[in-house]
Nanobody
């Protein structure tokens, strides 16, 4: 059974940091790309960042560049999203997702999300 389980969300003040984790199981981790998306109620889902596990290449949405860092621990089949200098507009439910090999294709699997709330 494929599973993507997010953790690490919570309440933080503006300027603070959080690290999200996405633990993957049930598929060949190093053949996939793992992405983080976020959604605010009433708005469209937004892609935040993605890492291609095979070569470690990463991409970031413009508003998080320089503040968020995506990384992977292949031994643990886990992807992290380190979020620094958080802003109230980063408040959202964050989801991780997996796609075969590349970041620029449709996602095959989704987690259930973890809520991040940034207070001003």
């Amino acid at each position: 059974e494929v599973q993507l389980v997010e953790s690490g969300g919570g309440l933080v003040q503006a300027g603070g940091s959080l690290r999200l984790s996405c633990a993957a199981s049930g598929f060949t981790f190093d053949r996939y790309a793992i992405a983080w998306f976020r959604r605010v109620p009433g708005k469209e889902r937004e892609a935040v960042s993605c890492i291609q596990i095979s070569d470690g290449s990463t991409i970031y949405e413009d508003s998080v560049k320089g503040r968020f860092t995506i990384s992977s621990d292949n031994a643990k089949s886990t992807v992290y999203l380190q979020m620094n200098s958080l802003k109230p507009e980063d408040t959202a439910t964050y989801y991780c997702a997996a796609a075969l090999e590349y970041c620029d294709v449709g996602m095959d699997y989704w987690g259930k999300g973890t809520l991040v709330t940034v207070s001003s």
